[in-house]
């Protein structure tokens, strides 16, 4: 199982990116998938997470509004639209997934998102 997290940068206040989650191992279309930030001095958050299908999502409500998660089983690919960023945003951002089938949690390398002018 691999989860490979990408596109963050460094990107001024208002500003945008769109982090991806590339996926590999496992039946990517039968499983939920999840973003989490880590801070510097915090603990982990979730921020949102989207159903097998794409037809459930959720989000925290720090970034109702802002952010946006969608997936495109064809690619095996999930992806975080960030609009609007704040400086408290800033993290390290991590997708991961539970295998239900096998009892365990994966989680991708991280991407980090600067928020700074």
């Known amino acids: 199982v691999q989860l490979q997290a990408s596109g963050g940068g460094l990107v001024q206040p208002g500003g945008s990116l769109r982090l991806s989650c590339a996926a590999s191992g496992f039946d990517f279309d039968n499983y939920a998938i999840g973003w989490f930030r880590q801070a510097p001095g915090r603990e982990r958050e979730g921020v949102s997470c989207i159903s097998s299908s794409g037809d459930v999502t959720y989000s925290t409500d720090s970034v109702k509004g802002r952010f946006t998660i969608s997936r495109d089983n064809a690619k095996n690919t999930v992806y975080l639209q960030m609009n609007d960023l704040k400086p408290e945003d800033a993290a390290v951002y991590y997708c991961?997934?539970?295998?239900?089938?096998?009892?365990?949690?994966?989680w991708g390398q991280g991407t980090l998102v600067t928020v700074s002018s």
């Open positions: 991961n997934v539970h295998l239900v089938s096998l009892g365990q949690t994966y």
